[in-house]
Structures are given as C-alpha cells and as structure tokens.
C-alpha cells in the first residue's frame, strides 16, 4: 500500500514540473474561464448567463402566502431572469413540463397559506407542502425555479419563527385553551429549529441564505465547465504515463524490483486521480478566490470533485488500454477531450442542445459533474447530489472494469 | 559454496523467432563474468529473464537458490539490475531518483539516507544530487542510472551495457566502480560487446552470438582455443578505405583472416613477423598509408573471429 501511494505521489510530483502539463492543466482552464467572463459580461455583477426560464404557476391556494409567492416571480427583479405562465391544473402543468415548454413547474396547493398561518379550528400541525416539477432536462433552469421558491420559503419561514408571539393574536386562536396555543406554539418552534432539512416545504432552506442566493452565477458554470474539460486532459495525461513508463524503461525498472505488479499499476492509477483531484481543486478554489464564485456546502463539492475525477480517471485508463503507445493515447486524449467538453456543456449549455445530445452526454464526466456543480453553486447540499455522484462512481467503476480486461489482454505490465 | 547463479537450457522466443537457444552457465560468488556478443546475440534478452522481467520460454535459472520461475520475489530482492538504456524519471533529481528507488527497494528512514550519501559519493554525482537528470550528461546519467542498481547492495549485479555511448572518462570512471565493487564482494553479471571491457573486468566470459553461448572460459582458456595466432592491427588514414585493404590483404599467403573496423585492419596470421613485409607492401600497392602497426598476442577479438568468422564490431 505504501509503495502504491509513493508511486502516485512521484506521478504527482513529476506532473506539476512539467510546464507544458501544468499550461493545459490550469492556466488553460482559468484563462478560458476568465475569457468566457468577460465575453458574457459576468463580471459586471448584471446580466447573467441564465434568462428568461420558461416557468408555469398553479395557485390552488388562491390566499395570502399563495399569492405573494406569485407575485414574487412577477416581480420586476425577477423579470430578465424568467418567463412565468400560469395554468389551470397541475396537470396542465405536468404536459408543459413534459413537452419541454417550461423549465419546472410550480404547484402552490390548496390550504398552503392556512397551513402556516392557521385560522380558528383549521391549524394543522404540518405544513402543506409547495410541488416543484422540475424538467431534468434543464437542471440549472429547474435549479434556478427552486431556488426562488426555497427562497420564498425561507422568508415565510423567518417570520413564523420571529413572529412567534404574533401567532398568538391571530384571530380565533384565542379560543383555544391557553395551555394547548403554548404546546403549539413550541412544538411548532421546535419543529423549525430541528429539523432544517425534512422534507416539508417550510424546512426546505435555511433562512441563512442571502436573497441573492437566486441570482444564479454563470461563472459557477464556466468554471466547473473548463475544469472538468481539461481535467479529461489531465488523466489522459497520466494514462499516457504508463506506457511512457513503459517506453523509457521505468516500468521494466520497476517490475524486476520487488514491487507487486497490483502496487505499480495501482499506483499509477492512484497518480492519475491524484493530479485530477489537484487540478480540479485548484480551479475551483481559483474560481472562488478570483471570480467570486460561492460553492455553499463544502463537504458536497469535496465529494463531488472527489467523484468526478475518479469517472474521468476511468476514461483516462479506458484511452490507455485502446492506445499502443504514448502519442497515441495523448492524441485520443485530446479529442475526447474537445468532444466531451462540447457534448457535456462545457462550452454550450447543455439545455440548449437537443434531446439526443442531452442523452448521449450521460457518458461523460463533464455532464454529470456540471450537473453536480450547478447544483452547488444553487445552494443544494448532499442529497441533491447524490444522483450526480453516484452516477460519476458507477462511470468510474465501470471503465475501471473494462480497462483492467483491456489491460489483462495486451498485457501491459509485461512487454 | 553453491554457485550464485546457475542457468539450465534457457531458451526465449518471440513469436516464431528464437533469441537465446538454450544457453547454460553458472556464476560463483565474488565473480565479475561477461557475457560478450555483438549486437543482437541476445544478452539483454538473457538479463531480462535472469532479471524475472520476462518468463523464459523453456529453462530455468536460480539465483541465490531461488527459481526465476518458481520465487521471483525472492530473485528480485538479491539482484539488482543496470538495464541497457537509460531507466530514469528525467524531472527528478539525481536524489530524488534514488530515494525512490531505494523504497521500491524496501529501504526508508536513515538506512535509506546513508545508502543515498554512499551511492552519490560511489558515482560522484554528491555535488549534483540537487540537480534535475534531464539536465544532466549521458555519462552522469548512466552513473545515477547504476547507482540505482546498487542502492540495496544487491548479491549479485546485472549490468547490461553500462557504457554504451559515452565518453572515455566517463567509461574510464564506470569501469572503475564495477572493480571497486567487485572488490567489496558484489558478484557481476557484466554484458558488453567491447572485447577490451570484458577483458579488463572479467574473472570469465561467455561468448554469446546469435543466442548461443560459443565459448566459455577464463581469458587464457578461451585464446588457447585459437591456437598460436597473433593479430596485426593496421592503423590506417581518416581517408583510406580499410575494407579495401583488408579484402586485399585475405588472399595474402600466411594471412589467416583480415577484418576491416573503422580506420582499422587487422590480420590474424600464425606468425607476424613472417607476414609484415607483404602486408605493407599491398597497402602501399593501394596507396594506402599505415599510421603504426601493433602486434598482438592473441585475444576475445581474434576468439570471436575464430569462431565465428566475423568481427565483433560492427
Ligand atoms: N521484444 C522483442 N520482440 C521480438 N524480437 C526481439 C525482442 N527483443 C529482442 N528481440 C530480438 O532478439 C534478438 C536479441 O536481442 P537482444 O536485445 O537480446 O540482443 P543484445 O545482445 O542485447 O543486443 P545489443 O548489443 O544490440 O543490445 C535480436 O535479434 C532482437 O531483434
Ligand atoms: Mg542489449
């Protein structure tokens, strides 16, 4: 196990003093992100990348919180950024959704508004629940839709906790018995403060969030987008490596030394997710630092670049078990990664290509790992990640797979 | 004692091609033997099974009581192997290459550090261990290149080549160190086609050609195979053409063989003093000029030469 990680860490080593590797590692990504900034005015802190999402409204609470939810998104702050319509039924909502003529759907149900201001004889102890029917083919759009919701949200939120003491004037409460409006009241203010993340629509969101959380950064999507592409870089690169290895006599060197066959290999591999997990990481702290991009949950993104570095690092060995040698692999590599770049969103906005693109681009790291970022950057925390990651791990281990058949067949650790 | 290395009917192929025909030879401790054999005989093909880098197709071979095809583990761990080209991480440096090597080697914490001070002092490389070996000379880094091999005191030393392609002093220095270990007790497997290299070194050689082994032996055994010969070299013009005088030397009475190398003929004849005069007068015929003439007991050249009818140089 050791010698497996010095290995990796010699790989790693060797990769950050070649200067050509680092330009196409880095610099490439940063300038292109910073490039792609200024072409979409990013940086003038106004219009953003996102505009216009075609969004439908059901109000079947027809009453106060109902309404003010709607006239949120007709307010005139929100009137660049999207699009809303309104419909009769949640049905009617579910075939525009469907047919790809809305980004999500915004159902606000019957009783939504009596829910969480009760009036006398009708409180109900669970608060009734907003529907959100997003398009998964446009997950930064949907992203952007909940976002105002869970911003919303979180508003009505503050004030049932705030205003704890003006529940008790609420008109009719008075009638109750006294003991039972305090068990209430508490039971309600402990419901809020436990349990931030269940699944009812009022605990959706912490109110901590700043309200220009609804602003969604483009740069959060140009600079994932440049990363992840150039991290298909990266791990060709480092595919390449071992049948450089091969070729410059290092590998030979280290099969007749008394090291496992398992430990050179793995450590190999080990050296490619490594350089990955620091190219990417570096970009993305880059991001933060110089672009002003926030990321919110830090344990979500770890694990997210963690996850899509290894779904790339299993493109990377899968290209060095098709190539014969070194300059093949890099010229493979390069392609894959100009193709994986534009058919994962990298450069276009996934939501803009058609259907068939959308469903093709699933095989690449680049898309599931926007997907992944673009969920971030909205404020979503781990379980709105897990289908991204989970689907990264399963990429990853697959390829893993293929190329360690590939790998066993043109026998690669012997010559 | 047992000897070090012993090596039973070793044959490889590569495909339909076979490139060591069933060698066998044995090794004793404290040894230096050559395997001597031009380009393409097969020594780094025999290294590299030795080494347990490749299975051998049939044969096998111990080293220190251990089968290259039953425990190479166990192989690995008392050899240690100074391959023909250059097996080095050129954006590490001299030192950096050592240290991880050396753990590769199962070596770490100070033992490490020492055997990295010793090593860099053994190649004289301590006043550029800091120093990148892409920026190095062919010479320094075939030095660090052996200094790798030698990290782990290894039993016995596969050296394949070490001083291919650089220059005298730096071959002068390499020579050197494979003597000096030799003398600390380190038994060597030296492969070479320079016939000098493997006379200076060697306690016994092996003649290697076309994956055979031709001849064994020490020095003295083998030139007595060739009988009582002596060898003329001609040393000739930058401008002359030796492979001219050597085809005309051929025909010459009492002239055995003549081969052409570059700027050099020379003439195996049973007796030299007897030949001399003919030679240079169809040199002189050809209006070819001879710098000096040396005249030499028999030796691995003229053995080779002998056996196989060919020079061993290209
Ligand atoms: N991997 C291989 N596949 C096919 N043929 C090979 C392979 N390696 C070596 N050979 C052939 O086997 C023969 C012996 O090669 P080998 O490298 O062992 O010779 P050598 O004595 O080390 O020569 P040199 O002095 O040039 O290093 C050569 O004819 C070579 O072409
Ligand atoms: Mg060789």
Redesign the interface.
């Known amino acids: 196990m050791?010698?497996l990680i010095?290995i990796g860490l010699?790989d790693l080593?060797?990769m950050f003093?070649?200067r050509a590797a680092l330009t196409f590692m880095l610099l490439a990504p940063f300038l292109l992100t910073l490039g792609l900034g200024f072409v979409t005015g990013s940086f003038g802190g106004g219009g953003s990348g996102l505009s216009d999402i075609p969004v439908v409204l059901v109000n079947l609470d027809k009453a106060e919180l109902g309404n003010a939810l709607v006239d949120v998104f007709y307010s005139e702050e929100l009137s660049t950024l999207v699009e809303p319509s309104g419909a009769a039924s949640a049905e009617a909502t579910y075939r525009l959704v469907e047919e790809d003529q809305a980004a999500a759907a915004v159902i606000i149900p019957a009783g939504f508004t009596q829910s969480i201001i009760p009036t006398a004889g009708t409180f109900s102890p669970d608060p009734v629940q907003i529907e959100i029917y997003s398009n998964p083919a446009r997950p930064t759009s949907a992203g952007v839709i909940k976002a105002i919701v869970d911003e919303f949200i979180s508003r009505v939120e503050e004030g049932r906790i705030s205003g704890m003491t003006a529940i008790l004037s609420i008109p009719g409460i008075q009638n109750m018995p006294s003991e039972q409006v305090e068990a209430l009241a508490r039971g309600m203010f402990e419901n809020a403060e436990a349990d931030s993340d269940s699944t009812t629509a009022i605990a959706l969101k912490k109110a901590s969030q700043g309200a220009d959380a609804v602003q969604f950064d483009p740069l959060a999507y140009m600079a994932p987008g440049m990363a992840l592409m150039f991290l298909m870089y990266t791990v060709s690169y480092g595919g390449r490596s071992i049948l450089a290895e091969k070729a410059?006599?290092?590998l030979?060197?280290?099969?007749?030394?008394?090291?496992l066959s398992y430990q050179i290999l793995g450590g190999k591999v080990f050296g490619i997710f490594l350089s990955g997990v620091a190219q990417v990481g570096i970009l993305i702290l880059a991001s933060s630092v110089f672009f002003g991009v926030r990321w919110g949950d830090s344990f979500g993104l770890v694990l997210l670049i963690l996850a899509a570095v290894f779904g790339a690092t299993g493109w990377g060995l899968l290209l060095t078990a098709i190539g014969r040698s070194a300059g093949q692999v890099s010229a493979l590599g390069s392609s894959v990664m100009l193709i994986f770049g534009i058919l994962g969103g990298s450069f276009i906005s996934l939501e803009q290509l058609p259907p068939f693109v959308r469903m093709v681009s699933k095989i690449t790291p680049n898309a599931w790992g926007l997907d992944g970022f673009t969920t971030l950057a909205l404020g979503g925390g781990l379980p709105q990640l897990a289908e991204p990651i989970t689907a990264l791990l399963v990429m990853g281990a697959s390829l893993f797979a293929v190329s360690a058949i590939l790998f066993r067949r043109t026998n690669v650790m012997?010559? | 004692m047992p000897p070090i290395l012993q090596v039973h009917s070793l044959v490889k192929k590569y495909g339909d091609f076979t490139a060591v025909k069933g060698i066998s030879f044995d090794i004793q401790q404290g040894e230096i033997f050559s395997l001597l054999g031009p380009n393409g005989a097969g020594k780094t093909t025999t290294i590299?099974i030795l080494?347990?880098?490749?299975d051998p197709t049939e044969g096998d071979a111990t080293i220190a009581g251990h089968s290259i095809r039953k425990d190479p583990?166990a192989v690995?761990?008392v050899?240690g192997?100074v391959?023909q080209?250059?097996?080095?991480?050129e954006?590490?440096t001299a030192r950096?290459n050592l240290e991880?090597?050396g753990?590769?080697?199962?070596l770490s914490g100070k033992s490490l550090a020492n055997r990295i001070a010793e090593v860099l002092e053994q190649i004289g490389l301590t006043e550029r261990a800091k120093d990148?070996v892409r920026t190095f000379s062919g010479g320094m880094k075939r030095r660090v290149n052996i200094g790798?091999g030698l990290l782990h005191k290894p039993q016995l030393l596969f050296m394949d080549e070490p001083t291919v392609g650089i220059d005298p002093q730096s071959r002068r220095a390499i020579l050197d160190t494979v003597k000096e270990l030799n003398r600390q007790g380190m038994t060597v497997l030296y492969t070479t086609h320079y016939m000098e290299e493997a006379a200076e070194l060697s306690h016994r050689v092996g003649i290697i050609d076309h994956g055979e082994m031709i001849a064994i032996g020490t020095q003295k055994e083998l030139t007595q195979q060739v009988g009582q010969t002596e060898t003329l070299i001609l040393h000739i013009g930058e401008n002359d053409d030796p492979a001219a005088l050597a085809q005309s030397l051929t025909g010459l009475e009492g002239v055995l063989q003549a081969q052409a190398t570059d700027h050099e003929v020379s003439v195996i004849t049973p007796e030299a003093e007897d030949v001399l005069a003919a030679v240079v007068g169809a040199a002189n015929e050809r209006g070819i000029k001879i710098r000096s003439i040396d005249i030499r007991e028999p030796n691995l050249e003229a053995v080779f030469l002998h056996l196989t009818g060919r020079a061993l140089r290209d």
């Open positions: 050791l010698k010095l010699k080593k060797i003093r070649d410059q006599g290092t030979p060197r280290l099969l007749v030394s008394p090291t012997k010559r | 590299s080494s347990t880098l490749y583990m690995r761990r050899i192997v391959p080209d250059l097996a080095l991480y954006d590490l950096e991880f090597w753990r590769m080697y199962d990148r790798v």
